[in-house]
């Protein structure tokens, strides 16, 4: 007999209805032990599948979704066929399920043969260490964690229990990160800030004493840099969420829960407050404030303090190559075009005044 | 007796004119029999190199170039001093020919004592491992795969024959590679996408659950970053190629032969064309549709769907900071401005019809 | 007894005034046989550190410094409270003294059992070669180098005295690096250029047979790339500074001294001058002459050569998201309300003329 179809043929453990339920504090419409081993989406998740409808746009699919479950709102429970699960929150339960697929093995407690970990160094007995990883003297890991092949980890840093280094991570000396924070490979945690001091002839490094302080539950991703700070600390609050090929130079400080998309970068000395968004390819230049639920939107330069929370943009927005030359001609010489908008103002004055 | 200048002392091997005129389908004009060791510019390409001219602005420099064989068009082999090889696109031809003098080794066979290769993975015995490099469980890597020093390839991928990846690549779990692909250091394909729903507080992670697909004959530059999809799988198409780090989002699709260049990204679900180009600094926000055959200049950010191809753009163009400062200041009430031209327009129209 | 406080535990080495005061040039006034064990920012330096005072808006702190010494201008040293070191740049001063704290262990010259180094490599007695490190064939490391743990390099490099490179670099073949440079974590040197010829169907990979030439005394950032030359090299010269995730392309020139912020992108061919300031976010666009003493402010892009020195800048600058939606929206008829401008001071002028 065919097991359910499954994308992932190395998932073997079955949830039931009434497991997943009970975890995103659900109520369920129809029958509570339908096997699950699989999460899809909503137009294509088949028999075996728990799915959801986080969106109106999609209401319209409920109904001819082959899914066992459903994850839904109360209002639209009845048009589920199998199985629905009603919750208040359908994308925020999908996103608490997804965890139970995920691909990542359980953590496996050993220190592989081929890593080399200083004698200094503590590492919990439960604590995984992969093939090829280098870690360094006094360093703490805690119980749970997980540190992918390859991963170099500098002296005197900590990691809090649970937290995952994925492959070819580079974490220099004196970076501390709280419990369960995820940090993707090819990250470079701590290298030194971009700081000189102009001499007679080019540039006299400043070297970069302070280190890194990264919160609880912070995610930062493949390719993202943070500098160590110059003479204090670097700072990342808890549950911060960094995309990939973020930069955040040395000493920014990010409120807790602020996320940031791909390829932004941070200058020097910013603080950027709590719960901001920051869009991807944007940039923050160095030494200012960002209050507490600022949003900027995509490759938008901020380059002064915000100090009213609200959405703000740079750009000039996309158009066609053609009329776009032509625009950007009269932006350049914007300033003259405006002085003359002024003249005629006056001319027209004059004539009007002229005319009465 | 010296042998033939060659800046690459460990190139031994000798072509003829007559091997690469065969190579490249060229008509020979002059001596077949003489030894190439070098491909060079034909500004300073000497005896013993082959060069080329592409350009109607370098067709000056053809007859004096001391090349022993220049690959041109058939309306300028009368310049050509020693040998000419004719075809139809000289550029192309050079390209082709380029690989012939390209610095990397011959594949050798072997899988370094100083790798970890986990038990159920399936090696050709045609591929070559490097020390440092750790492949985790069922793997495949087909014939004449190379993998670089230190790179890391994580559970149930697959790596098409003829692939290379250099040192220092980092491969997530469930990413399949077509034949005759080139990833370059630093680069991590199949890291979690940045997906989190919005709680109470903060963000709760949307787990990634999707892999990569990538085609055959795809260039992948370093530090670039592609994404693992959230339920079903980013998307790669064949001859894709991207530059330097690019970030490609969960779920975005590539069409063939779409090439990307530095630091551009693209967002979360966004569907690219076949044959597209888009310039380096370049964003597309998430969920968008972009049209086969568009061309998007350098640094534009593309934030709704293309339905026309053509060429796009966004931005200002560079000025001199103390015009620009101006200028800016005029854009930031440009609406205004608008708004006076028209009552401008409205009084010149009353004054004008009470003339009359 | 208590030794000086020391955020740095690990720092055991104490440091005289007398000893500072000589290696920065300065001139004491106060007690030049004091103890300092740590350098840290004026306003919460505490006994036992050296600080220092290099803005105008920071002396009021002087006096209420509880530092052990100050690095002051001679107009300022009245104001210091316990020993003043008068030189007359004390942010280079506190610069050069820097290096003294920092966190970086004094090189063990040793080659680790772990590291895996090609017999025709040559390696300095006095160098160190860190645990996972692969070096290729006929590679010269010179003394007082430093390779961190897992940095691959590839055949025919060169690393001049006394040069460092942190855990995680990729080196291809044929880079050159000079004396005293550092190279920071998950940078790559020497990737191949972003080069194909278009054909019938897709791109020709131009294979990129140049190398990496780099000066003396050059920092090149976290994840930042560097790519080999086409047919010729690529070149940093002397001196340069390069932040995290710069991309510098094929056959890219830059002259000594020249600085360049985080997440910038130069691209193939482009000639940068000496002594130039790129801010982050910047592009350069290909085979352009960017003339020496040229500054470029943040997230601007430069489209054209540039021939005489200043600062240059493009963008909108941020605002408000409503404001700028409404504006962006006129940008993009911008040629259009000119021409408007224009109608309506040619109406204008016929209006006032048979006024008159």
């Given amino acids: 007999m065919e097991p359910f179809k499954c994308s992932k043929k190395w998932v073997s453990t079955l949830f039931s209805v009434a497991q997943i339920a009970k975890f995103v504090d659900g109520r369920i419409e129809g029958a509570a032990e339908l096997a699950i081993n699989q999460l899809a989406p909503l137009d294509s998740a088949e028999f075996g599948a728990i799915t959801f409808c986080a969106q109106a746009k999609f209401v319209s699919q409920i109904s001819t979704s082959q899914a ?7 209002e639209n429970s009845h048009l589920v066929k199998n199985t629905a699960i009603i919750v208040d929150n359908p994308y925020l339960a999908f996103a608490k399920v997804s965890q139970w697929f995920d691909w990542r093995s359980p953590i496996q407690a050993k220190i592989s043969s081929r890593a080399v970990v200083a004698k200094s160094a503590t590492i919990a007995n439960t604590a995984q260490i992969c093939a090829g990883v280098v870690i360094g003297e006094s360093v703490i890991v805690e119980d749970g964690c997980y540190i992918g092949a390859n991963t170099v980890i500098g002296d005197q840093c900590v990691l809090g229990a649970g937290t995952r280094l994925e492959a070819n991570v580079s974490v220099y000396q004196d970076v501390h990160l709280g419990q369960n924070c995820i940090v993707h490979s090819g990250a470079v945690l701590g290298a030194d800030g971009f700081g000189f001091a102009k001499q007679a002839k080019g540039w006299q490094k400043i070297y970069q004493l302070g280190g890194v302080r990264i919160g609880r539950d912070v995610e930062i991703g493949a390719g993202t840099t943070v500098d160590r700070g110059a003479l204090s600390h670097t700072f990342i609050g808890d549950g911060v969420k960094l995309d990939n090929q973020v930069q955040i130079a040395h000493n920014v400080h990010l409120g807790n829960f602020t996320a940031i998309a791909g390829c932004t970068a ?17 940039g923050v230049t160095g030494h200012l404030n960002i209050v507490a639920g600022t949003h900027i939107t995509a490759m938008s330069l901020v380059s002064h303090s915000i100090k009213e929370a609200g959405v703000y943009s740079s750009g000039t927005g996309i158009e066609k190559h053609q009329s776009w030359k032509r625009n950007v001609v009269r932006f350049r010489s914007l300033d003259k075009w405006v002085k003359r908008i002024k003249s005629l103002e006056n001319e027209m004055q004059k004539l009007s005044s002229k005319k009465q």
């Fill in 68 to 74: 066992s479950a459903i994850l839904v709102t109360a």
């Fill in 266 to 282: 941070i200058a020097g000395s910013t603080h950027i407050g709590e719960n901001c968004t920051i869009a991807g390819l944007s």
